[in-house]
């Protein structure tokens, strides 16, 4: 599975932390119809855009969520931060909070890349939303 490793100053994508239903798959793909052969995963790795990825499972999702949480709190607490700081403090908690609710029903965390050019990958995580199997918790654009 293709997964990044380094950090990326591409403004052509958008970053995702993602619920998942641990049984989450594509019923039927919306332009050819066939159907379950496809999981997000699998569609992530066939993808031909490298701006789209897998970025991390739900252990290091969440780290990475605390951490920045904690960087933008202490900034926030020795007032040092800024109207962005300030923003991002309160919706990382927002984040960090829904998918603790997440994790205690079921759920898998997940953080991802999708290419803004990438129809396919965007068609599918709608697909998966719109069927109840996916619950997008955040989006920022890269």
Same mark, same amino acid.
């Given at each position: 599975?293709?997964?990044?490793?380094?950090?990326?100053?591409?403004?052509?994508?958008?970053?995702?932390?993602?619920?998942?239903?641990?049984?989450?798959?594509?019923? $039927?793909?919306?332009?050819?119809?066939?159907?379950?052969?496809?999981?997000?995963?699998?569609?992530l790795e066939q993808?031909?855009?490298?701006?789209?990825?897998?970025? %991390?499972g739900q252990e290091?999702?969440?780290?990475?969520?605390?951490?920045?949480?904690? $960087? %933008?709190? $202490?900034?926030?607490?020795?007032?040092?931060?800024?109207?962005?700081?300030?923003?991002?403090?309160?919706?990382?908690? #927002?984040?960090? #909070?829904?998918? #603790?609710?997440?994790?205690?029903?079921?759920?898998?965390?997940?953080?991802?890349?999708?290419?803004?050019?990438?129809?396919?990958?965007? #068609?599918?995580?709608?697909?998966?939303?719109?069927?109840?199997?996916?619950?997008?918790?955040?989006?920022?654009?890269?």
């Open positions: 599975m293709k997964k990044r490793t380094g950090l990326v100053s591409n403004s052509s994508s958008s970053s995702f932390v993602i619920a998942l239903k641990k049984e989450g798959r594509i019923e $039927k793909c919306p332009h050819c119809g066939r159907g379950g052969e496809y999981s997000l995963f699998q569609i993808s031909s855009d490298i701006d789209t990825q897998y970025f %991390a290091e999702t969440i780290k990475n969520l605390e951490d920045r949480y904690e $960087k %933008a709190r $202490k900034r926030v607490e020795n007032k040092q931060a800024d109207h962005w700081d300030i923003e991002n403090y309160n919706k990382l908690e #927002e984040v960090i #909070e829904a998918a #603790e609710i997440k994790i205690r029903y079921g759920w898998e965390i997940h953080s991802l890349e999708i290419s803004n050019h990438d129809y396919v990958a965007k #068609e599918l995580l709608n697909s998966l939303e719109l069927s109840g199997d996916l619950e997008i918790l955040n989006e920022e654009y890269l």
